[in-house]
């Protein structure tokens, strides 16, 4: 079992940054690949970023390519999600995620509850 917890959301104005971390308990932290998904009102959960367990590869989607960034710190146990030039289309509940390598939820066997990340001016 892996529990994971996140931190770092908030309300920010576009174009702003924000740093978003996922602290993890249980099993070895670096068993595991990480991942980030977000989820907006009304809209299914979306995949955002994802880092193989050693951090050396790393995965983004089309539409924060570029401008967020994932990492890594395995003696920390925690993930962290950078987030540069933030856009209103950001704002979403965003969830850190540990399992395997992949883009789809199904990659993913241990999700934390959620934190809200509001764009707007």
């Known amino acids: 079992q892996v529990q994971l917890v996140e931190s770092g959301g908030g309300l920010v104005q576009p174009g702003d940054s924000l740093r978003l971390s996922c602290a993890a308990s249980?099993?070895?932290?670096?068993?595991?690949?990480m991942g980030w998904f977000r989820q907006a009102p009304g809209e299914v959960r979306e995949f955002v970023a994802t880092i193989t367990r050693n951090g050396g590869t790393t995965l983004y989607a089309d539409s924060v390519k570029g401008r967020f960034a994932i990492s890594r710190d395995n003696a920390k146990n925690t993930v962290y999600l950078q987030m540069n030039s933030l856009k209103p289309a950001d704002t979403a509940v965003y969830y850190c995620?540990?399992?395997?390598w992949g883009t789809g939820e199904g990659s993913y066997h241990y999700w934390g509850q959620g934190t809200q990340v509001t764009v707007s001016s």
């Open positions: 995620a540990a399992g395997s």
């Open positions: 249980g099993r070895p932290f670096s068993s595991y690949v």
